[in-house]
């Protein structure tokens, strides 16, 4: 199975300052069909899971341009240009590459 | 608007069975496969199976092959998890998700609590 490990698994961010989650896996993630299936996932307190970013770095519908994704093999970035008070939650990365499909552990974004 | 509604989740007991439902609207579900991914409390996602459009493909995490099943009727909108043999490592929010980009939409969850 691929091992996704996120670092930070907490991060105190002030509000209008940048964050960045970071995410590797223990394989390469780059399909045979030549994509990368790397999502990038925001669960706020009492909601379900919401997809931000997919393939790496598309955005996804109704996802604002202050998240941003990238990276490519087995290391990935979320980044948030500016942390709004929405942002709090926790974020996952997710592979969608290979059998098992496996999430990271989750980063708990909150702000100091 | 895309909608998934899960329902079905309940309180069982140890080696009991449980089967979940997932209704969906607001897209063609013969089009998209979806999946299950669960959520025990205070605790991060786990992918635990997937079926394709029109059902033909099934895949299931080890941790609950050969006790799950998935399945989905599209003249109903509807989406299914058969739970079998049940224990407390399965008690967990549940939920069904779009899948197309990646897990593109996701439901409220249903809780299913395993315990004597």
Not at chain 1, 17 to 40: E, F, K, M
Not at chain 1, 74 to 86: G, W, Y
Request: charged content about 15%.
């Amino acid at each position: 199975d691929i091992v996704m490990t996120q670092t930070p698994l907490s991060s105190p961010v002030t509000l209008g300052q940048p964050a960045s989650i970071s995410c590797r896996s223990s394989q390469s993630l780059v399909h045979s069909d030549g994509n990368t299936y790397l999502s990038w996932l925001q669960q706020r307190p009492g909601q379900p899971p919401r997809l931000l970013i997919y393939k790496i770095s598309n955005r996804f519908s109704g996802v604002p341009d202050r998240f941003s994704g990238s990276g490519a093999g087995t290391d990935f970035t979320l980044k948030i240009s500016r942390v709004e008070a929405e942002d709090v939650g926790v974020y996952y990365c997710l592979q969608t590459t290979q059998f098992p499909y496996t999430f990271g552990q989750g980063t708990k974004l909150e702000i100091k | 608007e895309v909608q998934l509604l899960e329902a079905g989740g309940n309180l069982v007991q140890p080696g009991g069975s449980l089967r979940l439902s997932c209704a969906a609207s607001g897209f063609t579900f013969s089009s998209y496969a979806m999946t299950w991914v669960r959520q025990a409390p205070g605790k991060g996602l786990e992918w635990i199976s997937v079926i394709s459009d029109i059902g033909g493909g099934t895949y299931y995490a080890d941790s609950v092959k050969g006790r799950f099943t998935i399945s989905r009727d599209n003249s109903k909108n509807m989406l299914y998890l058969q739970m079998n043999s049940l224990s407390a490592e399965d008690t967990a929010v549940y939920y069904c998700t779009q899948r197309l980009m990646s897990f593109d939409y996701w439901g409220q969850g249903t809780l299913v609590t395993v315990s004597s």
